[in-house]
């Protein structure tokens, strides 16, 4: 794969495979069970899809025996598996074809020295051409200025005297078709596309993240874009699912799937508990224990 001019920092995560059709998925113990269409998965999660259009992402090790072997064969056979392209719809109704690999932030940083303009060190002329294209843009939107062209560009660069600018841009890794991969501002995207895209964001960007967070943001927007561009429909949020399977004892009480959604400041995204209870309130407020703040959502009954 050619790495081009570094306008972001780089993250791949492992490619899913493009699958059409739901079957039944279940938890160790077996209390659990879900029919869903797989959309993604990694080393230690896996993106379902239920009929509903919700996404869930379901810890690896929390699957039965037999769905991890699926899996298995599915990565065995990744290769043989070329993924369907993306098509992304920027704010001025241009499409590009490319997949979203992940999160990225990066300054760049313009100045004219020696009768030369440079960015982050590196000649303009000599950058990729879709670099090129973006540049004037980026400077457009942060300096709120008419620049349509390089020619525009180059002259906002000779009004700075040589001064140094830096933007500090923040948005998502675009592999494309040849295998390219080009950071691309959140700006430059629609905004039906930025839904989608934006709000695993701040997850990946807390100024408390680590590598573990920011690997598990950029894997859950990698997710979003496959069932986004498969179903337009598709919920917008990747709900985390929390397995505490307790004991339920047969005809006293049940297993309830909660959806719970954080207080505001809160570290976590929506998440997907699976409690017992003697109803739905009982559930529900099983499940607000776990989490102090939180306000339930959808409550569905998993088991007798």
């Not at 938890?27 to 896996?46: M, P, Q, S």
């Not at 700075?160 to 390219?180: M, N, S």
Request: some cysteine.
């Amino acid at each position: 794969m050619s790495r081009c001019f570094p306008l972001f920092l780089l993250a791949v995560l492992m490619s899913a495979p493009q699958l059409a059709f739901a079957r039944e998925w279940s938890d160790i113990t077996g209390k659990y069970k879900t029919e869903a269409e797989l959309v993604a998965f990694n080393h230690e999660k896996v993106v379902l899809k239920r009929a509903g259009k919700d996404l869930l992402s379901l810890p690896l090790d929390k699957l039965s025996q037999a769905d991890r072997d699926y899996l298995d064969t599915l990565s065995k056979d990744e290769a043989k598996n070329t993924p369907e392209p993306q098509t992304w719809t920027m704010r001025d109704g241009t499409n590009v074809v490319g997949r979203i690999v992940g999160y990225a932030r990066k300054d760049v940083t313009i100045q004219r020295r020696r009768a030369r303009t440079y960015v982050n060190d590196r000649v303009f002329a000599n950058l990729p051409e879709l670099y090129r294209k973006m540049l004037p843009k980026i400077v457009a939107e942060f300096e709120q200025v008419k620049i349509e062209n390089e020619r525009d560009f180059e002259s906002w660069v000779l009004k700075q005297k040589g001064e140094a600018r830096t933007f500090k841009c923040e948005g998502v890794i675009l592999e494309l078709e040849g295998g390219d991969e080009y950071g691309v501002p959140f700006f430059f995207f629609s905004e039906a596309d930025l839904a989608v895209l934006k709000p695993g964001w701040e997850a990946w960007a807390a100024e408390n993240a680590d590598p573990d967070q920011q690997e598990d943001a950029s894997f859950h927007v990698q997710a979003l874009a496959e069932a986004y561009q498969r179903d337009r429909e598709a919920n917008q949020q990747v709900a985390q699912m929390q397995l505490t399977l307790q004991a339920v004892d047969a005809g006293v009480t049940s297993l309830w799937e909660v959806m719970l959604y954080p207080a505001r400041g809160q570290g976590y995204g929506p998440q997907c508990v699976v409690v017992a209870g003697r109803n739905s309130r009982d559930a529900q407020e099983n499940a607000m224990r776990q989490y102090p703040g939180a306000r339930t959502g959808a409550v569905r009954r998993v088991s007798n």
